[in-house]
């Protein structure tokens, strides 16, 4: 029975991927270990733009909970640690609730200013998370009872997450850590020379101005990888990677962080030059 659980969740979530990731949401599983810092990870991403286009800070997104300061505590949970696999910006883990009377917390290391999108599926929609910093900010109350939660993240440091639900439930955590393109005093336009890690892709967040242009395009055929682009705080989608959208021009609607990303049409590695351009 728990098999064929894990296998209905594996198929939702892989179904669900391009179309809930282009309105705000997040994809599927897929855990290997390695880093657990995904701005580490990624360093095709050299700092290059313009001071214009990236503030030092990213606003918070307006559906999202501030983060409500608490006094720092040594007495952090006992938790299973999430490490990305070399170049990624997806984890995924699946397990089973055993005891309702207890949090099940995992726990992952990620940069301050990167944006967090955290997603729990289950039966019912019956496990419910909770998010902290290690530093005790709370960034999501138990007390809300959400199966989801995003934002742009206020330190650098481990961060907490708590699941609870009914005994025996099986349940897959689906994490999100894109990787920020910064770019330099001076510059527009950046090249990121990569490879997708599995079927999720690959996932970059940049910060623009309302009335700027943006301009992204990849090396692939789209019958091998496309973009999806984002607005990362209104959840609008601009591009669709099942449209085959290979190349992106736009002069943008508002001042938010945008999600660009690569997703790949098919199985294995996928080699790909990435060009993103503001101005």
């Known amino acids: 029975m728990k098999h064929n659980l894990n296998a209905q969740i594996k198929f939702a979530l892989a179904s669900l991927i ?20 995904v701005a580490g990870t990624m360093q095709a991403i050299a700092p290059l733009t313009s001071a214009t286009s990236q503030p030092t800070t990213a606003p918070l997104p307006t559906n999202t909970l501030a983060p409500t300061p608490i ?11 999430i490490n990305f696999a070399t170049g990624a910006t997806h984890a995924g883990v699946e397990g089973s609730i055993g005891n309702s009377n207890y949090v099940y917390y995992y726990v992952v290391r990620a940069s301050k200013d990167q944006p967090m ?8 929609d019956n496990v419910k998370m909770s998010v902290f910093g290690a530093n005790g ?4 109350p138990a007390t809300q009872k959400q199966s989801g939660w995003q934002g ?7 961060y907490y997450i708590g699941l609870t639900g009914p005994d025996a439930i099986d349940f897959m955590l689906d994490v999100l850590i894109p990787a920020r393109i910064k770019f330099a005093s001076g ?12 079927l999720n892709g690959i996932m970059y967040v940049a910060y623009a101005l309302a009335g700027q242009k943006m301009d992204v395009t990849i090396n692939t055929d789209p019958s091998v990888a496309a973009l ?15 449209n085959g959208v290979v190349d992106f021009s736009m002069v943008l609607p508002s001042t938010q962080d945008y999600i660009i990303h690569v997703v790949p049409h098919t199985a294995g590695t996928i080699n790909y030059t990435l060009t993103v351009k503001i101005q």
């Open 187 to 198: 510059q527009n336009k950046i090249i990121i020379t990569a490879q997708t890690v599995d």
């Open 18 to 37: 391009l179309v809930t990731l282009a309105c705000g949401g997040a994809p599927t599983p897929s855990l290997n270990d390695v880093s657990t810092i």
């Open 228 to 242: 999806t682009i984002y607005g990362f705080t209104d959840g609008q989608p601009y591009a669709r990677a099942q």
């Open 117 to 124: 999108l955290l997603s729990v599926l289950s039966p019912n």
């Open 152 to 158: 742009i993240l206020p330190a650098t440091q481990d």
């Open 137 to 140: 900010t709370i960034l999501l």
């Open 71 to 81: 006094p720092p505590s040594s007495n952090l949970p006992a938790a299973t640690r």
